[in-house]
């Protein structure tokens, strides 16, 4: 199998990583193709028989990091703004409105790590590797990752999603 | 009975990941049995990872839309300036006529650096993005022809004038806006009783482009004749004419425009 039809394979997969990344469904598209293209674009880079789903992350990290200091202005603003109070949950529909905007409001760089390690359940090592940081920084971003998790959440005093196995 | 050794906070995410081995697993457990509140604490954690999958898997299932698939085996070096219109096509889905049209264009090309020359592979693509279109071929019909020129001097910022070309038996189909290199550009259709199609592409020129000869280029099927004058650019390109006619017709456009 050659790359570009790994690469295609790969492609729900980069897309899953890339909703729950950015949120809204276009943007999460957009900045897919973006990372197709750069990456298609960068192929001689890549080194063959070396993890391509590993590479792939780390060419859409870049891509999105890119993209993120471009509209850099509005990210501060939003953080700065006042948490909007919210509603109690009453279900499990808004429960996961509650969890997206919940890892909606952690750090860009910690949600890239949790994400990593939840969604793709990727080693730390390769995590590290991906995001070009030390070990030692994934364990901590994650860790502050999961706890503002918790505080969020516990704050909202949601029923927990029951999930079927 | 000795005291558990506590683990690291590494070793217990590791954990609520499901990532320790057997034996240190029991050890964890034993430790987290004699702190309820730590016990809660990665038991959330582990359970946030079981809650993102059940809401993000089932973008795994979702189907992936054409235009990924499309980047992930064609380099187009082209695509970023196309995006709106190939998008439209896409989007309309205006079927076999204009597949068949567009299916060369995939290609890599290299990047044209004159200016002028990407105007021309731009005009050629707009004209076999829509001259196909049967049912929405022009934005603003012929039937309101002041009204979208008004619209079109607007948004160029420029005058422009959907020339007659009647004398080559070409009427006037209408026009509509694209998105151009440095900002919109127009697109004027025109027709002969038979369907054969003419597109006159017009974009803005910073003051003081020189001015330009009449070019030929040829972009896969379609043909364009292509110059640069006072406050414009223009771009005749057709599939249907031959170049003897189409530089008829550009001669036609350029005396008008010039008058």
């Known amino acids: ?165 | 009975m000795s005291e558990a050794r506590q683990p690291s906070d590494g070793e217990l995410h590791a954990y609520a990941d499901g990532r320790v081995d057997p034996d240190r697993k029991a050890a964890i457990e034993l430790w987290l049995a004699e702190h309820p509140d730590e016990a809660e604490r990665i038991e959330a954690y582990r359970r946030f990872g079981d809650e993102l999958r059940a809401l993000y898997d089932p973008v795994l299932e979702e189907p992936v839309p054409s235009h990924l698939m499309r980047s992930a085996g064609v380099a187009r070096r082209w695509w970023p300036a196309a995006k709106a219109a190939v998008w439209l096509v896409v989007g309309l889905a205006i079927g076999a006529l204009a597949g068949w049209q567009m299916h060369d264009w995939r290609t890599p090309v290299p990047v044209a650096i004159d200016p002028a020359a990407a105007m021309a592979r731009r005009a050629a693509l707009a004209h076999a993005t829509y001259s196909p279109e049967v049912r929405h071929p022009v934005e603003v019909g012929a039937d309101q022809e002041q009204h979208l020129v008004t619209w079109l001097s607007k948004r160029l910022g420029t005058k422009v004038r959907a020339p007659r070309l009647d004398e080559a038996g070409m009427s006037l189909v209408g026009g509509r806006l694209l998105p151009g290199e440095n900002g919109p550009v127009a697109q004027f259709m025109y027709q002969t009783p038979a369907g054969r199609r003419i597109t006159l592409y017009v974009r803005a020129e910073a003051r003081g482009n020189r001015e330009t000869a009449f070019r030929y280029s040829r972009e896969n099927n379609v043909g364009v004749f292509y110059w640069i004058d006072r406050d414009c650019g223009y771009a005749l390109a057709s599939a249907d004419l031959t170049k003897e006619e189409l530089l008829r017709i550009a001669t036609l456009v350029y005396k008008q425009l010039e008058s």
């Open chain 1, 1 to 165: 199998m050659n790359e570009a039809e790994r690469m295609v394979e790969l492609i729900p997969r980069l897309r899953r990583y890339a909703r729950a990344l950015v949120g809204d469904r276009a943007t999460a598209d957009d900045l897919v193709q973006d990372t197709l293209e750069r990456a298609w674009a960068k192929l001689h880079l890549y080194r063959r028989g070396t993890d391509l789903r590993a590479w792939l992350f780390t060419v859409m990290h870049n891509v999105h990091v890119n993209r993120v200091r471009a509209t850099r202005a509005t990210e501060t603003l939003e953080e700065e703004m006042p948490e909007l109070a919210q509603r109690a949950s009453q279900g499990d529909a808004l429960l996961v409105r509650d969890l997206e905007r919940a890892i909606a409001r952690l750090p860009a760089e910690q949600r890239a790590v949790l994400l990593l390690v939840t969604l793709e359940e990727m080693s730390y090592d390769a995590v590290a590797r991906t995001l070009d940081i030390p070990i030692g920084t994934v364990m901590s971003r994650l860790s502050r990752a999961r706890e503002k998790l918790r505080v969020i959440m516990l704050g909202q005093g949601t029923a927990r999603l029951k999930v079927v196995k």
